[in-house]
Protein backbone atom coordinates (compact mmCIF):
# COMPACT_ATOMS: atom_id res chain seq x y z
CA UNK A 1 0.00 0.00 0.00
CA UNK A 2 1.43 3.59 -0.97
CA UNK A 3 0.95 6.07 1.77
CA UNK A 4 -0.47 9.14 0.87
CA UNK A 5 2.22 12.46 1.22
CA UNK A 6 0.27 14.61 3.97
CA UNK A 7 -0.62 18.02 2.07
CA UNK A 8 1.46 21.00 2.56
CA UNK A 9 1.05 23.06 5.72
CA UNK A 10 -0.30 26.51 4.47
CA UNK A 11 2.12 29.20 3.63
CA UNK A 12 1.72 32.37 6.64
CA UNK A 13 1.72 35.39 4.83
CA UNK A 14 0.61 39.33 6.21
CA UNK A 15 -2.81 39.91 4.55
CA UNK A 16 -5.40 38.09 2.62
CA UNK A 17 -7.81 39.99 0.71
CA UNK A 18 -10.78 38.63 -0.69
CA UNK A 19 -13.01 41.39 -2.53
CA UNK A 20 -16.31 40.70 -4.70
CA UNK A 21 -14.45 41.92 -7.96
CA UNK A 22 -10.46 42.26 -9.02
CA UNK A 23 -9.77 44.62 -11.92
CA UNK A 24 -5.67 43.67 -12.19
CA UNK A 25 -5.05 45.89 -15.10
CA UNK A 26 -2.67 43.30 -16.49
CA UNK A 27 -3.96 41.32 -18.42
CA UNK A 28 -5.62 44.44 -19.72
CA UNK A 29 -9.31 44.35 -19.99
CA UNK A 30 -10.34 41.50 -17.12
CA UNK A 31 -12.47 41.56 -14.24
CA UNK A 32 -11.71 38.91 -12.21
CA UNK A 33 -14.98 37.26 -10.04
CA UNK A 34 -14.33 35.30 -6.47
CA UNK A 35 -10.50 35.58 -6.89
CA UNK A 36 -7.92 36.33 -3.62
CA UNK A 37 -4.68 38.73 -3.16
CA UNK A 38 -2.14 37.31 -0.83
CA UNK A 39 0.33 39.90 0.17
CA UNK A 40 3.58 39.49 2.45
CA UNK A 41 6.26 42.08 3.19
CA UNK A 42 4.67 44.59 1.32
CA UNK A 43 4.51 42.89 -2.09
CA UNK A 44 1.78 41.05 -3.78
CA UNK A 45 2.27 37.12 -3.84
CA UNK A 46 -0.15 36.06 -5.58
CA UNK A 47 -3.67 36.55 -7.24
CA UNK A 48 -5.85 33.43 -7.84
CA UNK A 49 -9.10 32.03 -6.56
CA UNK A 50 -10.18 32.05 -3.17
CA UNK A 51 -10.50 28.41 -2.46
CA UNK A 52 -7.27 27.87 -3.94
CA UNK A 53 -6.02 30.83 -1.82
CA UNK A 54 -7.58 29.64 1.61
CA UNK A 55 -6.53 26.35 0.61
CA UNK A 56 -2.61 27.53 -0.04
CA UNK A 57 -2.16 30.58 2.85
CA UNK A 58 -2.19 31.39 6.46
CA UNK A 59 -3.36 35.08 6.71
CA UNK A 60 -1.94 36.83 10.14
CA UNK A 61 -4.87 39.47 8.56
CA UNK A 62 -7.35 38.38 6.36
CA UNK A 63 -10.15 40.67 4.91
CA UNK A 64 -13.21 39.99 3.79
CA UNK A 65 -14.56 42.96 1.09
CA UNK A 66 -17.79 41.29 0.22
CA UNK A 67 -19.22 44.32 -2.11
CA UNK A 68 -15.90 45.70 -3.23
CA UNK A 69 -13.73 46.39 -6.03
CA UNK A 70 -10.08 45.77 -5.81
CA UNK A 71 -7.64 47.53 -8.28
CA UNK A 72 -4.06 48.76 -7.76
CA UNK A 73 -3.61 51.75 -6.30
CA UNK A 74 -3.94 55.42 -8.64
CA UNK A 75 -0.86 57.08 -9.91
CA UNK A 76 -1.39 60.92 -10.48
CA UNK A 77 1.22 61.75 -13.14
CA UNK A 78 0.94 65.24 -12.52
CA UNK A 79 0.35 67.69 -9.88
CA UNK A 80 1.76 70.45 -7.42
CA UNK A 81 1.43 68.90 -4.55
CA UNK A 82 1.82 72.03 -2.41
CA UNK A 83 -0.42 74.13 -4.20
CA UNK A 84 -3.35 72.42 -2.16
CA UNK A 85 -2.87 75.69 0.53
CA UNK A 86 -3.56 77.89 -2.78
CA UNK A 87 -7.48 75.82 -3.25
CA UNK A 88 -9.87 78.29 -4.52
CA UNK A 89 -6.90 81.56 -4.19
CA UNK A 90 -7.39 82.33 -7.94
CA UNK A 91 -10.27 81.14 -9.99
CA UNK A 92 -11.32 81.84 -13.32
CA UNK A 93 -8.35 83.83 -14.93
CA UNK A 94 -6.64 82.85 -18.09
CA UNK A 95 -2.93 80.94 -17.77
CA UNK A 96 -0.97 83.62 -17.89
CA UNK A 97 -2.68 85.62 -16.00
CA UNK A 98 -3.18 83.20 -13.41
CA UNK A 99 0.38 82.37 -13.29
CA UNK A 100 1.77 86.18 -13.42
CA UNK A 101 -0.99 88.21 -11.96
CA UNK A 102 -1.85 85.62 -8.84
CA UNK A 103 0.14 82.61 -8.43
CA UNK A 104 3.73 83.88 -8.85
CA UNK A 105 3.72 86.47 -6.62
CA UNK A 106 1.80 84.65 -3.61
CA UNK A 107 4.33 81.96 -4.07
CA UNK A 108 6.97 84.61 -3.54
CA UNK A 109 5.93 85.92 -0.95
CA UNK A 110 4.74 82.42 1.08
CA UNK A 111 6.46 79.80 -0.41
CA UNK A 112 8.32 77.85 2.95
CA UNK A 113 9.73 74.63 3.66
CA UNK A 114 6.61 75.20 6.06
CA UNK A 115 4.63 75.90 3.07
CA UNK A 116 6.07 73.29 0.98
CA UNK A 117 5.61 70.38 3.85
CA UNK A 118 2.03 71.39 5.24
CA UNK A 119 0.78 71.76 1.46
CA UNK A 120 2.14 68.61 0.31
CA UNK A 121 0.59 66.82 3.88
CA UNK A 122 -2.77 68.07 2.88
CA UNK A 123 -2.65 66.87 -0.58
CA UNK A 124 -1.60 63.87 0.19
CA UNK A 125 -4.04 63.58 2.76
CA UNK A 126 -6.58 63.88 -0.12
CA UNK A 127 -5.08 62.21 -2.54
CA UNK A 128 -4.84 58.88 -0.36
CA UNK A 129 -8.54 59.12 0.65
CA UNK A 130 -9.54 59.30 -3.07
CA UNK A 131 -7.32 56.22 -4.04
CA UNK A 132 -4.19 57.93 -5.17
CA UNK A 133 -0.85 55.76 -3.78
CA UNK A 134 1.51 57.68 -5.92
CA UNK A 135 2.06 61.35 -7.32
CA UNK A 136 4.24 63.18 -9.93
CA UNK A 137 5.12 66.23 -8.28
CA UNK A 138 6.73 69.41 -9.39
CA UNK A 139 7.73 72.13 -6.66
CA UNK A 140 10.41 73.69 -4.32
CA UNK A 141 11.86 72.07 -0.96
CA UNK A 142 12.22 68.63 -1.75
CA UNK A 143 12.96 67.54 1.73
CA UNK A 144 10.10 69.10 2.91
CA UNK A 145 8.03 67.46 0.13
CA UNK A 146 9.36 64.54 0.90
CA UNK A 147 9.04 64.40 4.89
CA UNK A 148 4.95 65.09 4.06
CA UNK A 149 4.26 62.20 2.05
CA UNK A 150 6.72 59.82 4.36
CA UNK A 151 4.08 60.80 6.72
CA UNK A 152 1.28 59.62 5.51
CA UNK A 153 2.85 56.58 3.69
CA UNK A 154 2.34 57.92 0.02
CA UNK A 155 4.26 56.96 -2.42
CA UNK A 156 6.12 60.12 -4.03
CA UNK A 157 8.11 60.87 -7.41
CA UNK A 158 10.03 64.16 -6.55
CA UNK A 159 10.62 66.88 -9.12
CA UNK A 160 13.60 68.29 -9.34
CA UNK A 161 12.38 71.78 -10.43
CA UNK A 162 14.05 74.09 -12.40
CA UNK A 163 13.70 77.17 -14.00
CA UNK A 164 16.04 80.81 -14.92
CA UNK A 165 14.27 83.26 -12.45
CA UNK A 166 15.00 83.52 -8.72
CA UNK A 167 12.68 82.50 -6.03
CA UNK A 168 12.73 81.90 -2.49
CA UNK A 169 14.23 78.33 -2.80
CA UNK A 170 17.08 78.82 -5.37
CA UNK A 171 19.19 81.59 -6.86
CA UNK A 172 18.93 80.40 -11.09
CA UNK A 173 18.86 77.32 -12.88
CA UNK A 174 22.11 75.97 -11.53
CA UNK A 175 21.01 76.19 -8.27
CA UNK A 176 17.72 74.60 -8.72
CA UNK A 177 19.60 71.59 -10.07
CA UNK A 178 22.33 71.49 -7.42
CA UNK A 179 19.59 71.43 -4.58
CA UNK A 180 17.19 68.84 -6.23
CA UNK A 181 20.16 66.59 -6.74
CA UNK A 182 21.29 66.67 -3.37
CA UNK A 183 17.64 65.68 -2.23
CA UNK A 184 18.23 63.23 -4.11
CA UNK A 185 20.70 61.67 -2.68
CA UNK A 186 19.77 62.16 0.76
CA UNK A 187 16.67 60.34 0.08
CA UNK A 188 17.96 57.59 -2.06
CA UNK A 189 17.26 55.04 0.39
CA UNK A 190 13.69 55.58 0.30
CA UNK A 191 11.68 53.25 -1.06
CA UNK A 192 8.57 55.23 -1.46
CA UNK A 193 10.78 58.06 -3.04
CA UNK A 194 11.72 58.35 -6.25
CA UNK A 195 12.63 61.47 -8.58
CA UNK A 196 12.26 62.96 -11.62
CA UNK A 197 13.79 65.87 -13.66
CA UNK A 198 11.32 68.46 -13.72
CA UNK A 199 12.06 72.01 -16.08
CA UNK A 200 8.80 73.82 -15.88
CA UNK A 201 8.21 74.67 -19.42
CA UNK A 202 9.62 76.03 -22.42
CA UNK A 203 8.70 79.65 -21.68
CA UNK A 204 10.45 79.51 -18.30
CA UNK A 205 13.68 77.01 -19.30
CA UNK A 206 17.02 78.03 -21.24
CA UNK A 207 18.39 76.15 -23.87
CA UNK A 208 21.51 75.46 -21.94
CA UNK A 209 19.55 74.52 -19.21
CA UNK A 210 17.74 72.46 -21.03
CA UNK A 211 20.99 70.28 -22.69
CA UNK A 212 21.80 70.11 -18.95
CA UNK A 213 18.64 68.02 -18.28
CA UNK A 214 18.88 65.83 -20.91
CA UNK A 215 22.34 65.01 -19.85
CA UNK A 216 21.28 64.70 -16.28
CA UNK A 217 18.75 62.52 -17.41
CA UNK A 218 20.59 60.16 -19.46
CA UNK A 219 23.16 59.59 -16.49
CA UNK A 220 21.22 59.23 -14.34
CA UNK A 221 18.18 57.45 -16.09
CA UNK A 222 15.51 60.02 -14.15
CA UNK A 223 12.23 60.66 -16.44
CA UNK A 224 12.02 64.34 -17.56
CA UNK A 225 8.77 65.89 -16.29
CA UNK A 226 7.83 69.44 -18.45
CA UNK A 227 4.44 71.52 -19.17
CA UNK A 228 4.58 71.38 -22.69
CA UNK A 229 2.27 72.58 -25.93
CA UNK A 230 -0.39 73.69 -22.79
CA UNK A 231 -1.98 76.88 -24.52
CA UNK A 232 -1.72 78.33 -28.40
CA UNK A 233 -0.20 81.20 -26.19
CA UNK A 234 3.06 79.65 -25.50
CA UNK A 235 3.18 78.25 -29.02
CA UNK A 236 2.93 81.43 -30.25
CA UNK A 237 5.34 83.09 -27.92
CA UNK A 238 7.47 80.22 -28.75
CA UNK A 239 7.47 80.45 -32.85
CA UNK A 240 7.74 84.25 -32.65
CA UNK A 241 11.34 83.73 -30.33
CA UNK A 242 13.06 80.63 -31.56
CA UNK A 243 11.40 80.27 -34.81
CA UNK A 244 10.04 76.75 -34.20
CA UNK A 245 6.92 75.17 -31.86
CA UNK A 246 8.03 74.18 -28.53
CA UNK A 247 8.46 70.44 -29.25
CA UNK A 248 10.62 70.88 -32.09
CA UNK A 249 12.38 73.09 -29.88
CA UNK A 250 12.56 70.09 -27.03
CA UNK A 251 13.70 67.40 -30.08
CA UNK A 252 16.16 69.27 -31.31
CA UNK A 253 17.47 70.09 -27.46
CA UNK A 254 17.76 65.88 -27.33
CA UNK A 255 15.40 65.76 -24.78
CA UNK A 256 12.61 63.16 -26.66
CA UNK A 257 13.14 59.67 -25.61
CA UNK A 258 10.78 57.49 -23.18
CA UNK A 259 11.68 59.58 -20.18
CA UNK A 260 9.91 61.99 -21.29
CA UNK A 261 6.67 62.82 -19.38
CA UNK A 262 5.02 65.66 -21.78
CA UNK A 263 2.10 67.14 -19.32
CA UNK A 264 -1.41 68.61 -20.78
CA UNK A 265 0.07 68.37 -24.60
CA UNK A 266 -3.24 69.89 -25.44
CA UNK A 267 -2.43 71.87 -28.92
CA UNK A 268 -0.32 68.95 -31.03
CA UNK A 269 -0.88 68.30 -34.40
CA UNK A 270 -0.43 64.71 -36.15
CA UNK A 271 2.98 65.16 -36.59
CA UNK A 272 3.80 65.84 -33.24
CA UNK A 273 1.77 63.20 -32.26
CA UNK A 274 3.69 60.69 -34.12
CA UNK A 275 6.59 62.36 -32.68
CA UNK A 276 6.35 61.26 -29.59
CA UNK A 277 4.62 58.06 -29.97
CA UNK A 278 8.55 57.34 -31.98
CA UNK A 279 10.31 58.44 -29.21
CA UNK A 280 8.16 56.26 -26.82
CA UNK A 281 7.19 59.33 -24.86
CA UNK A 282 4.51 59.65 -22.27
CA UNK A 283 1.54 62.31 -21.94
CA UNK A 284 0.45 63.88 -18.72
CA UNK A 285 -3.34 64.30 -19.35
CA UNK A 286 -4.53 66.54 -17.07
CA UNK A 287 -8.35 67.05 -18.62
CA UNK A 288 -9.82 69.21 -15.49
CA UNK A 289 -7.77 72.06 -15.03
CA UNK A 290 -7.14 71.91 -18.89
CA UNK A 291 -10.77 72.93 -18.95
CA UNK A 292 -10.79 74.86 -16.05
CA UNK A 293 -7.97 77.37 -17.64
CA UNK A 294 -9.79 77.19 -20.56
CA UNK A 295 -6.84 75.11 -22.58
CA UNK A 296 -8.55 73.39 -24.55
CA UNK A 297 -9.21 69.61 -24.81
CA UNK A 298 -6.05 67.08 -25.85
CA UNK A 299 -6.11 64.95 -28.78
CA UNK A 300 -6.52 61.80 -26.59
CA UNK A 301 -8.59 59.52 -29.37
CA UNK A 302 -5.42 60.45 -31.73
CA UNK A 303 -3.19 59.80 -28.98
CA UNK A 304 -4.29 56.53 -27.88
CA UNK A 305 -4.59 55.77 -31.85
CA UNK A 306 -1.19 56.16 -32.18
CA UNK A 307 -0.08 53.68 -29.25
CA UNK A 308 0.89 56.97 -27.20
CA UNK A 309 1.36 56.34 -23.23
CA UNK A 310 -1.22 58.38 -21.18
CA UNK A 311 -1.81 58.98 -18.00
CA UNK A 312 -3.73 60.92 -15.72
CA UNK A 313 -2.99 63.76 -13.64
CA UNK A 314 -4.83 66.64 -11.55
CA UNK A 315 -2.59 69.47 -11.73
CA UNK A 316 -2.50 71.28 -8.69
CA UNK A 317 -5.40 72.39 -6.42
CA UNK A 318 -4.93 75.65 -7.47
CA UNK A 319 -6.16 75.23 -10.93
CA UNK A 320 -8.60 72.37 -10.95
CA UNK A 321 -9.27 72.30 -7.55
CA UNK A 322 -9.50 68.72 -6.54
CA UNK A 323 -7.00 65.68 -6.30
CA UNK A 324 -9.58 63.74 -7.64
CA UNK A 325 -8.57 60.77 -9.99
CA UNK A 326 -11.47 59.53 -10.13
CA UNK A 327 -13.25 62.78 -11.79
CA UNK A 328 -9.94 62.47 -14.04
CA UNK A 329 -11.06 59.48 -15.23
CA UNK A 330 -14.62 60.70 -15.69
CA UNK A 331 -13.72 63.52 -17.80
CA UNK A 332 -10.93 61.81 -19.71
CA UNK A 333 -13.59 59.22 -21.17
CA UNK A 334 -16.03 61.80 -21.58
CA UNK A 335 -13.74 64.60 -23.58
CA UNK A 336 -12.28 62.50 -25.84
CA UNK A 337 -15.45 61.04 -26.91
CA UNK A 338 -16.92 64.32 -27.38
CA UNK A 339 -13.89 65.58 -29.10
CA UNK A 340 -13.35 62.60 -31.33
CA UNK A 341 -17.49 62.09 -32.18
CA UNK A 342 -16.45 58.37 -31.42
CA UNK A 343 -18.11 56.87 -28.00
CA UNK A 344 -15.94 53.99 -28.49
CA UNK A 345 -13.12 55.72 -27.44
CA UNK A 346 -11.16 55.57 -24.29
CA UNK A 347 -13.13 52.94 -22.75
CA UNK A 348 -13.90 52.31 -19.15
CA UNK A 349 -10.27 49.58 -19.02
CA UNK A 350 -8.65 51.77 -21.04
CA UNK A 351 -9.20 54.60 -18.69
CA UNK A 352 -8.43 52.69 -15.89
CA UNK A 353 -4.89 51.41 -17.25
CA UNK A 354 -4.20 55.51 -17.98
CA UNK A 355 -4.61 56.29 -14.23
CA UNK A 356 -2.46 53.26 -12.81
CA UNK A 357 -0.33 51.33 -14.96
CA UNK A 358 0.25 54.23 -17.26
CA UNK A 359 1.48 56.97 -15.11
CA UNK A 360 3.24 54.02 -13.28
CA UNK A 361 5.35 53.38 -16.32
CA UNK A 362 5.34 56.79 -17.33
CA UNK A 363 7.88 57.42 -14.01
CA UNK A 364 9.57 54.16 -14.56
CA UNK A 365 7.82 52.22 -11.21
CA UNK A 366 5.77 49.97 -13.88
CA UNK A 367 7.95 47.05 -12.74
CA UNK A 368 7.22 48.14 -9.26
CA UNK A 369 2.91 49.41 -8.59
CA UNK A 370 0.95 49.57 -10.95
CA UNK A 371 -0.84 46.59 -11.72
CA UNK A 372 -2.01 43.48 -9.75
CA UNK A 373 0.94 41.56 -10.91
CA UNK A 374 2.89 39.06 -8.83
CA UNK A 375 6.33 40.28 -7.11
CA UNK A 376 5.17 43.78 -7.43
CA UNK A 377 4.68 46.28 -4.27
CA UNK A 378 1.04 46.13 -2.97
CA UNK A 379 -0.21 49.34 -3.19
CA UNK A 380 -3.63 48.65 -3.75
CA UNK A 381 -7.27 50.90 -3.79
CA UNK A 382 -10.37 48.99 -2.18
CA UNK A 383 -13.46 50.60 -3.67
CA UNK A 384 -17.09 50.00 -2.01
CA UNK A 385 -19.90 49.67 -4.68
CA UNK A 386 -22.40 48.82 -2.28
CA UNK A 387 -23.94 52.10 -1.66
CA UNK A 388 -27.81 52.51 -3.40
CA UNK A 389 -27.04 55.23 -5.11
CA UNK A 390 -24.79 52.85 -7.41
CA UNK A 391 -27.07 50.08 -8.21
CA UNK A 392 -27.23 48.30 -9.83
CA UNK A 393 -24.09 47.54 -10.84
CA UNK A 394 -23.83 45.69 -14.61
CA UNK A 395 -19.69 46.30 -14.91
CA UNK A 396 -17.24 47.08 -12.07
CA UNK A 397 -14.89 48.67 -14.26
CA UNK A 398 -17.89 51.03 -16.18
CA UNK A 399 -18.96 51.82 -12.68
CA UNK A 400 -15.37 53.12 -11.40
CA UNK A 401 -14.91 55.56 -14.53
CA UNK A 402 -18.38 56.27 -14.54
CA UNK A 403 -20.40 56.12 -11.31
CA UNK A 404 -18.85 55.64 -8.03
CA UNK A 405 -16.28 59.07 -7.00
CA UNK A 406 -13.49 58.74 -4.14
CA UNK A 407 -16.20 59.08 -1.50
CA UNK A 408 -16.56 55.59 -2.34
CA UNK A 409 -12.61 54.90 -1.89
CA UNK A 410 -12.74 52.63 1.73
CA UNK A 411 -9.29 50.91 1.61
CA UNK A 412 -5.61 52.14 0.66
CA UNK A 413 -2.62 50.32 1.03
CA UNK A 414 1.13 51.05 -0.01
CA UNK A 415 3.62 48.74 0.47
CA UNK A 416 1.09 46.66 1.96
CA UNK A 417 0.36 48.89 4.78
CA UNK A 418 -3.08 50.13 4.95
CA UNK A 419 -2.98 53.73 4.76
CA UNK A 420 -7.06 54.46 4.37
CA UNK A 421 -9.37 52.08 6.69
CA UNK A 422 -13.05 52.74 6.31
CA UNK A 423 -12.60 55.68 4.60
CA UNK A 424 -10.55 57.44 7.51
CA UNK A 425 -6.69 58.45 7.51
CA UNK A 426 -4.59 56.01 10.01
CA UNK A 427 -1.40 58.49 10.08
CA UNK A 428 -3.38 61.54 10.78
CA UNK A 429 -5.94 63.09 12.72
CA UNK A 430 -7.97 65.40 10.34
CA UNK A 431 -8.59 67.97 13.14
CA UNK A 432 -4.73 68.81 12.06
CA UNK A 433 -5.15 68.81 8.45
CA UNK A 434 -8.61 72.02 9.68
CA UNK A 435 -5.68 73.56 12.20
CA UNK A 436 -2.90 73.87 9.40
CA UNK A 437 -5.50 75.19 6.54
CA UNK A 438 -6.91 77.39 8.88
CA UNK A 439 -3.32 79.03 9.63
CA UNK A 440 -2.37 79.57 6.06
CA UNK A 441 -5.32 80.65 5.27
CA UNK A 442 -4.90 83.52 8.24
CA UNK A 443 -1.51 83.88 6.18
CA UNK A 444 -2.20 84.08 2.89
CA UNK A 445 -5.29 86.82 3.31
CA UNK A 446 -3.26 88.67 5.82
Same mark, same amino acid.
Given at each position: ????????????? #????????????????VVLE??? *?????????????? #?????????? %?????????? $????????????????????????????????????????????????????????????????????????? /? /???????????????????????????????????? *?????????????????????????? #??????????????? *?????????????????? %????????????????????????????????????????????????? !????? /???????????????????? !? #???????? *????????HAAL??????????????? %??????????????? $??????????????????????????????????????????????????????????????????????????????????
Open positions: MIATPPAAAPQPI #DLLIEPRWTIPIEPAGRHA *LAVDQGRIVALLPS #DDAHARYAPR %QYMKMAEHVL $LPGLVNLHTHAAMALMRGYADDLPLKDWLQEKIWPAEAKHVSPDFVHDGTLLACAEMLRGGVTCCNDMYFHPQ /A /AAAAALRLGMRIAIGITVIEFPTGYAADAEDYLTKG *LAARDQLRDESLISFCLAPHAPYTVA #DKTFERVATLAAQLD *LPIHIHIHETQHEIAESL %QQHGMRPLERLRRLGLLDPRLIAVHAVHLDADEIGLLGEHGCSVAHCPT !SNMKL /ASGIAPVAEMLAAGLRVGLG !S #DGAASNNR *LDLFREMRLAKTASGDATVANAH %QVLRMATLNGAAALG $LDARIGSLATGKQADLCAVRLDDWQLQPCYEPASHLVYAAGREHVSHVWTDGKLRIYDGMLMNLDPPELLDITRMWHNIICS
